[in-house]
Structures are given as C-alpha cells and as structure tokens.
C-alpha cells in the first residue's frame, strides 16, 4: 500500500465532507439557509462513512466507498435538479456547478484510494 497516496486520498475525502457540511448547513446548496432538502446531503456523508467501516478502512474498499459516495451526490443533485427543488434562489447552473465539484471531489478521492491499493 502506498501509505502517501493513501493519506493524500483520505484527506481529500475529508475536506470534501467537511466543506459539504459547512455548505449545507451554513449557506445551503439547495434554496437558501434552511431549507429542508439540503438534508439530503447527510444521506451522501452517511454513504461514504457506512461504507468506510464495512472496507475496515482498507484502500480498496475505500475507494468503493468513495466511488459510492460519488454516486450518491450525483443522485442528490438529479433529484434536486428533476423536482426543481430550491428555486428561486438556487438556479440549475449553481447546483450543477456545486455538486459536480463534490462529485468530483469524491471519485478522485476514489480514484487515489484505488492508486494507493496498487502502490
């Protein structure tokens, strides 16, 4: 295992989480602060931190983990997108651009979990 990329890999994963709490709780990805649909999000952390503990933690399980967690954000923002949830105030441009950034946040952080099992 490589145990740089590893690192490297999980703390992408966490600051991808943390800043993905701190903006659905603080300003709100979808609608503004408050709004109820931004408890989706909490359905994507609880993906990624369900599948670390079945992986134990282990490079390749965790980049599953990861990879799933990708998944689950990009069903929050298809959902959110289809029911036209926070409009007015978050337009389709704003919540495409906000959760392709934590969709790309997590599968790179899986991409890195998967480098770290082969190194």
Request: zero cysteines.
């Amino acid at each position: 295992m490589n145990n740089t990329m590893y690192r490297f890999a999980a703390g992408v994963a966490i600051a991808a989480a943390l800043i993905l709490v701190w903006l659905s709780l603080g300003v709100g990805i979808i609608g503004r602060d408050g709004d109820p649909a931004n408890l989706m999000y909490f359905g994507v952390l609880a993906v990624g931190i369900i599948g670390s503990f079945i992986a134990r933690f282990r490079p390749r399980g965790m980049s599953r983990a990861l990879f799933a967690t990708a998944l689950t954000q990009t069903s929050v923002a298809t959902i959110a997108l289809t029911a036209q949830l926070g409009y007015p105030w978050s337009g389709p441009l704003e919540l495409t651009v906000l959760n392709g950034f934590f969709i790309a946040l997590f599968a790179g952080s899986s991409w890195l979990f998967r480098r770290a099992a082969h190194g």
